[in-house]
C-alpha cells in the first residue's frame, strides 16, 4: 500500500524510541521507503544500527557528518521526504521546532522540509500538560503540523494518564490513510466558507454569532490535503490558515455572496460551513448610535440566502450545506435538502455537549438525494473532516461510473 512511499522518520530521545523501532518496520513491510534521523538522546537509548537493519538504509546521527560529498545530507533529506514523521516528539524537538531552533540533524531538517511533518509526541503525563510545552505545540499546530495525539495509560515514569506514544500499527494505519486520501480531489476545486459573518449597526457595533469557524476550516485542510485547490471564504476568526489553502477574508453576508460567487464557476464542491446571518440591520447609521431614555428597536432585513442562491444556479458543481439545528434535527436537514437544491446536508444537534459552534469535536448526520443518510460518531473536527470529504467523493464517484 505505501509502495513508492518515501517516509523519513525523525526519532527523538524518550523511552518510547523501542516504539519507533516498531513504526520502522511496519512501515517497510508496507512497502515504504524509510529513512531515519536519529537526536543524540535518542541514541541513547537505541544504537543506530538498529534503525539502519530495520530501514536497510544509512541512518543520520549528525549535521556535520555528510556521507555524500555531492549533496547537503539535511537539506536532501528534507527534500527526499514525501512525508516526514516525528516519533517519539519529546517536549525538547517540540520546542526547538516552534521556536525555529535548529542545531542537530533532526532540527535542521525539519527546519529545511516542505512535505508534510506529523508528530507523535511522546512524554511524562505532567510535561505534556506543562504551559510551555501547551504554548509550543499551539505554535506548531498554527503552522500547520499534524499531531498523531498521544494515548492515555502506564507511563514509563510510573504515572497513568496522556503521554504514551500512538501505537506504531495505528501510526502506520494513518499513513496509509492518507496517502489513499491524498489524490481524491486532484485537479478539483473545493470552495469552503467559514465562520460568522459581521451585519454592522453602527462604526462601532454588529450583529453577529457564535461560529467559532473551526468545522470550516477542518473542511478546508481536508480539501488540500487530499488535493484540491482550495479557497477559504472565511468570515472574522482568529484561526491559522490551514496548509496548502488560500484564504479570502470577509465581513458580512453580502461580501461572503460576491467572494463565492467570484469562484462558482469554476468550482467542483462548494461547501457552505459559514454560519451566515440570516438578517442584517435596514440602515447602518454613520455615527456611533447614542443610548437615549427608554427602549430602541433595529429594523432588519433579511440578507441574501446564498446557499440557496447557489442551488438555482448550480450546474455540475456538488453543493454541500450545513446545518446547525437544537431540534427535529432530521426533519429541518431533509426541508434544508430540498428546499436550497442542495447535494449534500450536513446535519448537527448543538443542543449536544461537545457538538456545538466553539467544540473542537462534532458529530454530525449527512442527509443527500434519494434519502440517503449516514450517521458519524463524535470526534475532533478535522478528522471528521477527512472523513466527510472522503463519504462523498466516494459516493461523488458511484453516480460518475
Ligand atoms: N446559509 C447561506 N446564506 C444564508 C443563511 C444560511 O448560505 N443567508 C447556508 C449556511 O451556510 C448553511 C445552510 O445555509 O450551509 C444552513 O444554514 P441555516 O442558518 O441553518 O439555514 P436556514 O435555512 O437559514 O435555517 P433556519 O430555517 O433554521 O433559519
Avoid at 459573518?197 to 473551526?214: A, H, Y
Amino acid at each position: 500500500m505505501l509502495e513508492n512511499r518515501k517516509i523519513l522518520l525523525c526519532v527523538s530521545g524518550g523511552i518510547a524510541v523501542y516504539k519507533a523501532v516498531a513504526l520502522v518496520s511496519k512501515l517497510s513491510q508496507a512497502g515504504a521507503s524509510v529513512k531515519v534521523i536519529m537526536t543524540e538522546s535518542a541514541q541513547q537509548f537505541v544504537q543506530p544500527l538498529t534503525f539502519q537493519v530495520m530501514s536497510r538504509n544509512d541512518v543520520y546521527t549528525d549535521t556535520f557528518d555528510e556521507k555524500d560529498s555531492s549533496v547537503i545530507a539535511h537539506i536532501d533529506l528534507a527534500d527526499w521526504a514525501d512525508l516526514i514523521i516525528v516519533a517519539p516528539g519529546t517536549a525538547n524537538v517540540i520546542g526547538k521546532l516552534a521556536n525555529g531552533i535548529g542545531d542537530d540533524m533532526v532540527t535542521t531538517t525539519l527546519l529545511a522540509a516542505t512535505a508534510p511533518i506529523w508528530i507523535a509526541p511522546a512524554m511524562n503525563v505532567h510535561m505534556y500538560d506543562h504551559a510551555a510545552v501547551k504554548r509550543n505545540l499551539q505554535q506548531l499546530h498554527e503552522d500547520g503540523i499534524r499531531f498523531i495525539e498521544p494515548s492515555e495509560g502506564f507511563l514509563a515514569c510510573g504515572y497513568v494518564g496522556k503521554g504514551r506514544l500512538e501505537e506504531p500499527e495505528k501510526i502506520t494505519e494513518l499513513v496509509k490513510d492518507y496517502f489513499t486520501r491524498e489524490h481524491k480531489l486532484s485537479g478539483k476545486k473545493v470552495v469552503v466558507t467559514a465562520g460568522p459573518t459581521r451585519e454592522r449597526i453602527d462604526p462601532v457595533r454588529f450583529l453577529t454569532n457564535f461560529s467559532s469557524g473551526k468545522m470550516g476550516y477542518a473542511m478546508a485542510g481536508a480539501a488540500a490535503e487530499m488535493g484540491a485547490e482550495t479557497i477559504l471564504i472565511s468570515g472574522p476568526v482568529s484561526l491559522p490558515v490551514p496548509s496548502g489553502v488560500t484564504r479570502i477574508q470577509v465581513e458580512s453576508a453580502e461580501d461572503m455572496l460576491k467572494a463565492v460567487e467570484a469562484h462558482f464557476d469554476t468550482a467542483n464542491y462548494v461547501v457552505k460551513t459559514a454560519a451566515v446571518a440570516d438578517y442584517r440591520p435596514k440602515a447602518i447609521a454613520n455615527q456611533k448610535m447614542k443610548k437615549q431614555e427608554g427602549g430602541s428597536t433595529i429594523e432588519l432585513e433579511r440578507t441574501v440566502d446564498i446557499l440557496k442562491q447557489l442551488g438555482q444556479q448550480k450546474k455540475n458543481q456538488v453543493l454541500i450545506g450545513f446545518a446547525a439545528e437544537t431540534n427535529d434535527v432530521s426533519k429541518y436537514a431533509k426541508e434544508k435538502l430540498t428546499r436550497k437544491n442542495a447535494d449534500y446536508i450536513i446535519a448537527n444537534d448543538v443542543s449536544e455537549a461537545q457538538a456545538g459552534f466553539e467544540s473542537d469535536t462534532n458529530r454530525v448526520t449527512v442527509f443527500g438525494k434519494n434519502d440517503f443518510e449516514q450517521a458519524f460518531d463524535m470526534m475532533p473536527k478535522q478528522q471528521l473532516a477527512r472523513q466527510l470529504f472522503e463519504m462523498i467523493t466516494d459516493k461523488e464517484e458511484s453516480y460518475d461510473s
